[in-house]
């Protein structure tokens, strides 16, 4: 499930469920702001969405991630996996960005631009821009990010489970002040190169098993320079004047979820045939998904977080096929209710979920463009899911293509 905000609407009160508010447009002097945000673990079906909203923006931008995120959009029956790139990128009107707070592994980008364009994606550097204050992943951060995972499973019998693409390790450098930024490689290249070799040896000392071929990766990253050259701007001038100049729709793009955010499920046949009927394995990875029940103490917990004023509920398709539905609707911790979201792993751990279930519908609604389309059963399930969490659902996702999604205001 994701969620969206909009920078000129009201959270919803308490007093229920309100609809149209994202039918109201932005005052005439300002520009309107959509942010899509995944409201669990991520894999939510976000791409989906922001392909949806990006046929009418005028700027779709990344704000943070990198090459780790993995986005999948169907258009005109062809499959574009994005990882780095919005998945805006598909859209002619639109100025994709890639923002500041984003780490970019530049090999990385043009090698996901190069097999989409294969697909039949077109003058993609004509419409992105990438922020000159956007921090660089360099293979030295991928190599540590392996690294690291090995000593976890080695000192801990377990690991975290990262793509190993090295976003951690430059998320690292950018928090310690020692990471290279767009700007840093396309100014002076003697300093970069020096300010390049002395971060590389930093981990160096730090993993002594890292082997770098420094000079190796300054030769890389010289022509990689005059390749991004043309695609940079100063980040925070273009978004200040989409903002404040004519009037724009402007769409953020989130490649994480409130769950997986760095400051805050089902092992059995339900599971596996939810992880089957989804085709839940990672874009990046192609690692299985643990797949279950939708849990709404999470979605809560990530509107209290951020916000939401709709719900994108994606893949209901999936659940054609189960003759009953269970929805997790609070948390129990020693038998009683807790009335919040645990922020010890350890507690969490113990937590026992009150379920509610709710009748299946038995039917293929693959086929289903409008909301009278849909079983009543499947109707009371996204009411049910409106009431618990207070926020409208916007768009029913039904299957893969961009025409697969049901607006419901």
């Known amino acids: 499930m994701s969620g969206t905000r909009a920078s000129n609407d009201r959270p919803p009160g308490a007093g229920g469920v ?42 779709v931008s990344r704000c943070q ?19 780095l790139l919005p998945s805006g990128i598909v859209h002619t009107k639109a100025v994709s960005f890639i923002g500041n707070g984003v780490v970019v592994h530049l090999p990385g980008l043009f090698e996901e631009a190069e097999k989409n364009e294969k697909k039949g994606l077109k003058d993609w550097e004509k419409r992105l821009v990438i922020s000159d204050r956007a921090h660089l992943v360099f293979d030295f ?3 540590v990010d392996g690294l690291q995972e ?15 693409k090295g976003i951690g390790p430059a998320y690292s450098s950018k928090a310690a002040r020692t990471g290279l930024r767009v700007c840093d490689l396309l ?23 890292l082997e770098v071929d420094i000079e190796g990766q300054l030769k890389k990253l010289k022509g990689l320079a ?3 050259r043309p695609l940079v701007r100063d980040g925070v001038h273009f978004m200040y004047e ?86 997790g609707i609070a948390y129990k911790l020693n038998g009683k209710r807790i009335p919040h979201f645990p922020a010890n792993q ?28 849909l079983p009543p059963q499947a109707q009371g399930y996204v009411r049910f899911v409106e009431n618990h969490v207070g926020v409208a659902v916007k768009w029913i996702g039904v299957g893969k293509s961009r025409e697969s999604m049901i607006q419901l205001f």
């Open 65 to 83: 991630g990198g090459n780790n995120a993995g986005h999948t959009v169907v258009v005109d029956g062809k499959e574009y996996d994005f990882h």
């Open 187 to 209: 100014s002076d290249f003697e300093e970069f190169s020096a300010r390049f070799k002395n971060l590389a040896r930093q981990h160096q000392s730090m993993f002594p098993a």
């Open 242 to 327: 989409a903002l404040h100049g004519p009037p724009k729709k402007i769409l953020v793009e989130g490649a994480n979820a409130a769950l997986l955010d760095i400051d805050f499920e089902q092992i059995n046949e339900v599971g596996d045939l939810l992880q089957n009927r989804g085709h839940e394995w990672g874009v990046t990875t192609g690692r299985k998904r643990r797949c279950g029940w939708l849990d709404l103490v999470t979605v809560r917990y990530a509107h209290m977080i951020n916000g939401f004023t709709a719900l994108a509920l994606t893949k209901l398709d999936i659940l054609d096929a189960l003759d009953e539905l269970k929805v």
């Open 141 to 143: 951060h991928q190599a």
């Open 346 to 373: 350890e507690v969490l751990q113990k937590v026992e979920v009150e379920y509610e279930t709710l009748p299946g519908w038995k039917a293929d609604t693959t086929g289903a463009r409008k909301w009278e389309d």
């Open 18 to 59: 309100k609809r149209g508010r994202l039918q109201q447009e932005a005052a005439a002097t300002g520009s309107r702001v959509t942010v899509v945000l995944g409201a669990q673990w991520g894999d939510e079906g976000k791409g989906k969405v922001v392909d949806l909203l990006a046929t009418d923006a005028d700027i």
């Open 226 to 228: 005059e390749r991004i």
């Open 150 to 164: 090995a000593q976890r499973q080695a000192q801990e019998g377990k690991n975290i489970g990262t793509t190993r």
